[in-house]
C-alpha cells in the first residue's frame, strides 16, 4: 500500500530531523518546506500536526512550528520511559519466542557485528532498527509496536543531535547478544533486564555528550 501524501511529508521531516538538517530549536517554514518537497500546506500541517503529536515538533499559534529542544531532564526521562517499553518487549518475546524468529536475531546481530569493521553509523543505526523490530514482531503486540516505533525515531532524533551512533558501537552487539541468550532460554526477567540495560547505556551516552 502506497503511503498517503501526509505520511510522505512525515518521513521527509523525521529524516531531516535525523540528518540534522533541522536542529533543535530550528523554526520550520511551511512555505519553503512546500517549495523544496514539492506538496502543498494541506499535507505538510497534517504532518506536523501528527509529528506535534508525537513529540518532535511545535506548534506555536501565530507563530509557526518549531523544532523541540528538549532538556538534559527531558531526554533522561525519555529514555527511562523508552528502556521500560523495550524490556517489557523482550519480556514478552521470552514467553512467544519461535525458533524461527530467534534465528533472525542471530543473523540481524552477526550482521551488525561485521559492519561495526567499517564503523558506519548509519548501517548500524538501519540494523539496529531491524534487530528490534524482529523482536516486537516476536513479542506480538501490535498496539505496543506502534507506540514504540515512534520511539526509536525519537531516539535516533536524539542521538543524531546530541552525539552520533558511532560512540555506542562497539558495545552495541554484546549487549544485543545477552538479550539473544535470555530470549533464548525463555527467561523474561533477564531479558527484560538486558533489554533495559541496552536502551540506558545509550542514554547514558548521550547524557554524557550533553555536558560538553
Sequence with gaps: ???SKKDQ???????????KEYRFGQN???KELAQEIDASRQPIMA????LSTDGFVKIIPQVGCQVIQPSKTDIS???????RLEGLFAELAAIRRSARSLARLKAINLQIRHELF???GEDYRTL???FHREMHKMANSEL???RQAVNFAMSDFIIAQVTSFKPHLSEAVDEHEAIIEAIDRGDGVAARAAAEAHIFAVSASVLESMKA
Design 1 to 3: 500500500m502506497s503511503k
Design 9 to 19: 511529508v512525515y518521513d521527509t521531516i523525521i529524516d531531516r530531523l535525523v540528518k
Design 28 to 30: 520550520i517554514l511551511v
Design 47 to 50: 504532518a506536523l500536526t501528527a
Design 77 to 83: 526521562d525519555f529514555y527511562l520511559m523508552f528502556a
Design 118 to 120: 567499517d564503523g558506519n
Design 128 to 130: 539496529n532498527h531491524e
Design 144 to 146: 505496543l509496536g506502534a
